[in-house]
């Protein structure tokens, strides 16, 4: 099985940074993607940026040039540096992990909240 633990959450002035941290246990293939979701509430949960065990990315449109993922594989963990942050950003951000070809369930992290306000 796989461990998935978040931390870097906290409150912050619009306009601040967070760097968020994902540090994943287990038994992890090298084929899987990794990715940060996040959910307000009231909202479904979306994804907001996706990597690769090669590197490649994806960011959700409302992030894109804010946001840069990042992973560290030797470390077995993943991290979202969050800049020039807005109140929309405001969720609790989950860590997630797929593996390819994908298995019936991924796994998610308990979640950290991000709370942007003045």
């Known amino acids: 099985q796989v461990q998935l633990v978040e931390s870097g959450g906290g409150l912050v002035q619009p306009g601040g940074s967070l760097r968020l941290s994902c540090a994943a246990s287990g038994s992890i293939s090298r084929f899987n993607v990794m990715g940060w979701y996040r959910q307000a509430p009231g909202k479904q949960r979306e994804l907001v940026a996706s990597?690769?065990?090669?590197?490649?990315?994806y960011y959700a449109d409302s992030v894109k040039g804010r946001f840069t993922i990042s992973r560290d594989n030797a470390k077995n963990t993943l991290y979202l540096q969050m800049i020039t942050l807005k109140p929309e950003d405001t969720a609790v951000y989950y860590c997630?992990?797929?593996?390819?070809?994908?298995?019936?369930?991924?796994?998610w992290g308990q979640g950290t909240q991000v709370t942007v306000s003045s």
């Open positions: 990597i690769t065990s090669r590197g490649g990315t």
């Open positions: 997630n992990l797929r593996f390819v070809p994908p298995q019936p369930n991924d796994y």
